[in-house]
């Protein structure tokens, strides 16, 4: 081990010794709720005047593309003038973070009053420049059960989280946008280059669902309900020395510079960026919608300890009423034995289960891969149908995604969408894996539309199909009677079938054996 890892392993472990959180009792944790009065903004008068036209739906429109994401980001916070609200799992610092971040800081500086809330499970190197935010008159950041240890080791915050497993491994998963209180952002991206389909060693297929009318003031209600709960701390609690006045200085220099350059850029990144624009209210497909969301407590309401809302419940009931199909998109598959019953009733009841997930080449995570593979058998003999996407696309056009996607490295499957009877679906943040359901908190929406199902399911034909995917089967040898399972796909415009999984490379292999021999599944 390299003495630097040692040294913060050593760091990391007296530090641990200390209090749950790290705490600065000099700084007072203020109570604060959402702006209230949207319609005293640009944003809250367009889009409350269209709510209203409606009866009490709300306006929604998918975005599939990654940049079309990250461009109504940008737009919404250059619109903005009262607030912004965000609450993140991930918030990194590379092109598409430290534009953001630009963005933010000059929403502050005319005025705007800004929350940000992000998880410290993943946040590392963006750390410096989140937390300098918050000596802004205009911005607030505060941080989700956050460790003791501030460095960089992966290491030592790995010792960390496993000597405190019991509360450290308990992140926050969410993500939400929200401007002015009047136009919101839920779904499966972080902040990071790979969520918005610019990062040239790999992209991430994703989706963010834009939300106006009555289901916002919900969606505000929840972040406020994170926002003020006791698992989180501010910025100025955690690293008092970082949020100073100085500090922002040199951060507004560099963030300055940063932006000019973008807005010089004359690659295709940026000229995209200036090509897309916020979905017109024309766009809008208007609906009921279920806000379903975890308790910032999910683990005493588990425990049962604390009354709450567990996300897994309404997502489960909607599957459970489902007539004739079920088709569920999520990176990581880990169902567990309760989704194993789940499944059992629904062919019991000859609804169709259909699933798209990640190959072990298109995983970002191989423990989670190792953890789907235990539970691959069973879901096959329950009558799920199995999709497994590859790193490379077989289709530009059509595919569901940008068609610029196939040039740049591989792809990865990290929507997260649950399809009922082309009539129903969940957009958000819950994988269906154990880590989701009773580990880390979640936000989606239940969306009572039709048109947004049928248009979704549609791209998950287009995804599943084996151009693009792996349609992972049972095979049965007619004279051993010995079970295997088979891969197929669509090579060169000729049906190809593996016998053995099919992965980028044997290391890559190897090591997805290796960790589906460790009890990890209810981690996953």
Partial sequence: MRKTNFIALMLAAALTACSALPTNTNVAKTYSTAFEHPEQTRLGRLYLDA???????SGFYILNDGLDGLAARLQLIDQAQASLDLQYYIFRQDRSGRL?????????????KIRILVDDGATVDGDEQLLTLAAHRNIQVRVFNPLHYRGHDNLARVMEISTHKSYL?????????VADSAVALVGGRNIGDEYFQIDPQGQFGDDDVISIGPVVKKLTEKFDWFWNSDHVLPAQNIEPARVTPQNLDVLKTSLSSYRKEAEQDKTSFAAGLQRRTIPSIAAMKWAQAQVVCDSPDKREVEDDKLAGTLIYEPVAQAAAAANSEVLIVTPFFVPGEEGLKLFQDLQMRHVAVRALTNSLESTPQLPAHAGYAHYRRAMLKLGVQLYEVRATLGLAKGSGESEDLIRYGTYGLHAKQYIFDRQRIFLGSMNFDQRSMHINTEIGLIIDSPELARQEAERFERLSSPANSYRVQLKVDSATQVESLVWSTREDGKQKDYDTEPSRDRGRKVKEELMSILPLDSEL
Avoid: I, P
């Avoid at 953001?100 to 705007?112: F, P």
């Avoid at 491994?169 to 946008?177: A, G, P, S, V």
């Fill in 169 to 177: 491994d308990y992140r926050m998963h969410n993500k939400l946008f």
């Fill in 100 to 112: 953001l971040t630009a963005h933010l800081l000059a929403a502050a500086e005319r005025g705007v």
């Fill in 51 to 57: 709510s209203r036209k409606h009866q009490g739906r």
